[in-house]
């Protein structure tokens, strides 16, 4: 039982203890004794959900789950026992590909369903067993997304879009353009042309421009094709349908023109919308890649096999799928424990920090429980499989995939302005083409206006203003040291109302290490004894010799600080600490109680020393022999120097909150401080998650964390950012990292994402103004298709320069 458990469990009258399966809070086990408070309802796993249930009861818990909701869970309805997979997908361009290509996955056989995240290029699907998703994978493939395992296949996608830009654009596209340059602009224009258009070298150079065009629309442009026609068959017209009617429309009608001897062609228009859609789409493909492998280090670290226990001194490797409660499985040392369970063998130090964010192992001993996906770091135990069998790391898992999953980026926002911009530009451009029909033009230039429509609405302007706004912005960012992984930075960041930290390896720098060796206990004297080795070097000379032999985190911290180490004898490792002889004296390293079962008394002085250590959220290892306790080595890690000014410039009109897993008495420290609004300790993973959700309700949310554990509320909150020294899995989930490691550069985050804003503003109030006034004008005729694409290509070169501009 944890401290805060047993310090609440005291508290409560026997009547008042209830026994519930899930924290009301973060869905942990509760145990038998779950912690409870007449003024709050609801059973907790810790202290730390219950004191945020009481703090932020104004937010009901189902805020949570509408979040989680929010998109569609096409595997909700999958039967429990149904595998899950995860699959990278090349190629999804918008909304509408994550309703093609969940319907199209649910079709397979073995299939229950699937679900789509445009937000992260991944698919999860819900299948049985038994089933081969290679179906799956071909009859996607045959739509041109590529399908693959996440963690191996964002070099190849980065490659093959690489390819296509430079071969398209690169070489056919600069060929057609410098044909145009040097032939057909000149003759446009009333030149003289430098050759006979109508005659064989005429032939040559339309057949050349032609054959150039075809690659760069139907090979660069093909992923822009692929999805105008998802769109057609999901029923959700998209900014791929225009740009792919535009750039389809001028080239058909430019090679009807040279079948009939015209020398007015349009191919010009084709390859240059083609390759400035392409480039946004490139970047945009570059930002999402980071979020592909936001699984990565909680899905490597999933268990698939465990050790059956099936007989006295037999044992099997089964899947754990295969587990049912009951069975007992063995866990060696330095193996994950494969689902959540009782300990009813042995006892090991327990490294839970990936799932519950506590930095010092934890000792379970029999009739203790643990949570799959924590490390038995010392010693083998054997573990009693829970009631639901299941794994408090695929939980984790679960949620990070919904969270990420359910985030959308501004580029969302312009497919949902194509579901009504599309229809009515499509729509205007037919009444155009009839109304000039109806008043007596011909059919060549009523098709002509009608075409000069759609290419002046090809939303290139609007295509661009997101990325080019938001590529400057990420290279502002690079330039302080801000390394930014999703547009959400620049949507959420400036309006943050609450900036949430994380503890230890955010606000501290997160290694144990020796911080203080208080010899007999007393800070400010050394009392030396008559054989004159009762000093700090030999204090933590002799700790260290026995301290090698454990696999502790303190342990090594202990011996680590050891400059010499003499020999030991007759080590043996306990679940407290270690014991041996060293130069002929018996020698007790660990934990108080481990001291005092081997005969030696704590003295007042002791006391006082562990307290003040514990009181300043470190730990206290006591070294004694010769029948007296010679030492006491405090463990731990500090506060990073820059902490107070970072929290002071993030404040003022914003709620700063810390939030950690480590004990209530690590963070009195940064309680008292000021600009500190509101201090949780004690909170699990699931319950950081739970707690953002709760904080929305004062508004947006940024979040600030560095370990595996921050990686739920990382990705929950609106805005998430991470420490350069962090863990892969929370570089993954969060928006931004801070390559620096350094807490100053939190609020240039901030300032680089007001002035990105601003530009993302300025730009699409600049695109949708072009589209104001260049709509009617081609509507009325006077534009012609040239021009349109000079139009065009004037309004987003208006969007590159605005977005090259300094951050103001």
Not at 405 to 433: C, E, H, N, W, Y
Not at 597 to 605: E, F, I, K, M, Y
Not at 611 to 616: F, G, L, P, S, T
Not at 737 to 759: C, H, K, M
């Amino acid at each position: 039982m944890s401290e805060s458990t047993a310090a609440a469990d005291d508290r409560r009258a026997p009547d008042e203890r209830r026994s519930t399966d899930e924290c009301t809070l973060c869905g942990l086990p509760t145990g038998d004794a779950p912690v409870t408070d007449g003024d709050v309802d609801g059973g907790y796993c810790c202290r730390g959900c219950l004191e945020i249930a009481r703090t932020l009861d104004d937010v009901e818990a189902a805020d949570a789950d509408e979040v989680r909701s929010e998109r569609k869970t096409g595997t909700e309805n999958a039967p429990e026992d149904a595998d899950h997979t995860y699959l990278a997908v090349d190629g999804m361009h918008c909304a509408t590909c994550e309703t093609f290509i969940e319907s199209t996955a649910a079709d397979a056989d073995g299939v229950y369903g699937a679900d789509a995240s445009y937000a992260t290029d991944m698919l999860r699907v819900a299948h049985d067993a038994d089933t081969d998703l290679e179906d799956v994978r071909r009859v996607l493939d045959r739509y041109g997304y590529g399908v693959g395992d996440p963690d191996d296949t964002d070099e190849e996608r980065t490659d093959t879009q690489l390819v296509r830009f430079l071969i398209g654009g690169g070489v056919f596209g600069m060929m057609v353009m410098m044909w145009y340059v040097l032939f057909l602009y000149p003759s446009y224009l009333g030149f003289e042309p430098l050759v006979d258009l109508g005659g064989f070298d005429g032939l040559y150079l339309f057949g050349n421009v032609w054959l150039m065009s075809s690659i760069v629309l139907f090979y660069t442009g093909y992923p822009i094709l692929r999805g105008a026609v998802v769109s057609l068959r999901a029923g959700q017209p998209n900014m791929d349908l225009l740009v792919s009617l535009a750039a389809v429309s001028s080239y058909c009608y430019s090679a009807v023109a040279v079948l009939v001897g015209g020398t007015h062609v349009y191919f010009d228009v084709t390859v240059t919308i083609v390759i400035v859609v392409t480039v946004g789409n490139y970047y945009e493909d570059r930002i999402k890649q980071r979020a592909t492998s936001g699984l990565s280090e909680l899905t490597s670290a999933h268990v698939d096999d465990a050790t059956r226990i099936t007989g006295d001194d037999d044992h099997e490797t089964v899947p754990v799928e295969d587990l049912v409660p009951g069975d007992r499985v063995l866990v060696r040392p330095g193996e994950r424990v494969p689902v959540d369970g009782t300990v009813v063998d042995g006892s090991a130090a327990i490294d839970e920090s990936l799932i519950t964010g506590e930095s010092i192992p934890k000792t379970r001993r029999s009739g203790d429980p643990v949570l799959g996906g924590t490390i038995a770091s010392d010693n083998p135990i054997v573990v009693e499989v829970g009631t639901d069998a299941t794994s408090t790391l695929d939980r984790l898992v679960e949620r990070l995939w919904q969270i990420q999953s359910s985030r959308s980026g501004i580029q969302r926002l312009a497919d949902k302005l194509a579901t009504l911009f599309v229809p009515t530009v499509l729509a205007l451009a037919v009444v155009t083409t009839g109304y000039h029909l109806v008043t007596g033009s011909t059919v060549a230039a009523a098709l002509l206006t009608g075409l000069t429509v759609l290419i002046v609405s090809c939303p290139c302007a609007l295509g661009l203003a997101t990325p080019l706004a938001v590529a400057s912005g990420i290279r502002e960012a690079a330039d302080r040291g801000i390394v930014v992984a999703s547009d959400a930075v620049f949507e959420s960041v400036p309006d943050a109302d609450v900036v949430v930290f994380d503890k230890t390896g955010t606000l501290t720098d997160g290694a144990m290490t020796v911080r203080d060796v208080l010899v007999n206990g007393d800070a400010d004297t050394d009392v030396d004894d008559a054989d004159g080795v009762d000093d700090t070097d030999a204090v933590l000379a002799r700790a260290g010799a026995l301290e090698r032999f454990s696999a502790h985190p303190i342990a090594a911290a202990v011996a680590d600080a050891a400059e010499e180490m003499p020999d030991a004898e007759d080590v043996e490792t306990h679940d407290r600490g270690v014991t041996g002889v060293v130069d002929g004296e018996q020698v007790v390293v660990g934990h108080p109680t481990l001291v005092e079962s081997r005969g030696v008394a704590l003295t007042s002085s002791n006391e006082s020393a562990m307290a003040a250590a514990r009181d300043a959220g470190r730990v206290p290892v006591v070294v004694a022999w010769g029948g007296r306790v010679r030492g006491v080595i405090v463990v731990g890690d500090t506060p990073r120097p820059e902490w107070e000014t970072a929290v002071a410039a993030i404040g003022g009109d914003r709620d700063v909150v810390i939030l950690t897993g480590d004990d209530e008495r690590a963070v009195s420290r940064f309680r008292a401080d000021p600009n500190v609004t509101e201090v949780f300790a004690g909170v699990p993973p699931q319950a950081k998650r739970e707690t953002i959700e709760r904080l929305k309700s004062r508004g947006t949310v940024a979040m600030v964390g560095d370990g595996s554990n921050d990686a739920l509320a990382l990705a929950a909150a609106d805005i998430g950012i991470a420490l350069g020294s962090g863990t892969d899995l929370a570089g993954d989930a969060a928006d931004a990292v801070l390559v620096r490691n350094d807490l100053d550069a939190v609020p240039e985050v901030f300032a680089v994402a007001r002035g990105t804003n601003r530009r993302l503003r300025r730009n699409l109030g600049w695109a949708f103004l072009y589209n104001a006034v260049a709509v009617p004008l081609a509507a009325f005729g006077l534009l012609n298709p040239l021009f349109a694409a000079v139009a065009m290509g004037t309004s987003s070169l208006i969007v590159v320069a605005n977005s090259a501009r300094s951050l103001d």
